[in-house]
């Protein structure tokens, strides 16, 4: 079975730093983007930023561009998502998902609506 678990959200000033991770079991990252979503309160889900680990190719929404920093570590099976200089605006709930490229192919990680694997989410709150 895929299974995701994301981890590190927390409270954090302003300008503040978090790095989130993802860990994967289930399936291996040769084989599936992982993407990062978020659910601020009172919102809808939105993906925020996006990797397929084969090509390196990554993806950043508009709103997190310069600022959040995906990467992974196959080895250990993990995504993460370097989140710098936060914002109150980034409070939300953090999740990570997965896709399978043959359902969106190894440069378009970012079609959001076809992730079907979702792991829990991890809460980040930022403070002013």
């Known amino acids: 079975d895929v299974q995701l678990q994301a981890y590190g959200g927390g409270l954090v000033q302003a300008g503040g730093s978090l790095r989130l991770s993802c860990a994967a079991s289930g399936f291996t990252l040769d084989d599936y983007a992982i993407g990062w979503f978020r659910q601020a309160p009172g919102k809808g889900r939105e993906g925020v930023s996006c990797?397929?680990?084969?090509?390196?190719?990554?993806y950043y929404e508009n709103s997190v561009k310069g600022r959040f920093t995906i990467s992974t570590n196959n080895a250990k099976n993990t995504v993460y998502l370097q989140m710098n200089n936060l914002k109150p605006e980034d409070t939300a709930v953090y999740y990570c998902?997965?896709?399978?490229?043959?359902?969106?192919?190894?440069?378009?990680?970012?079609?959001?609506?076809?992730?079907?694997?979702w792991g829990q989410g991890t809460l980040v709150t930022v403070s002013s």
């Open positions: 998902a997965a896709v399978p490229y043959y359902a969106v192919g190894y440069t378009s990680c970012w079609r959001w609506s076809a992730y079907r694997n």
């Open positions: 990797i397929s680990s084969s090509d390196g190719i990554t």
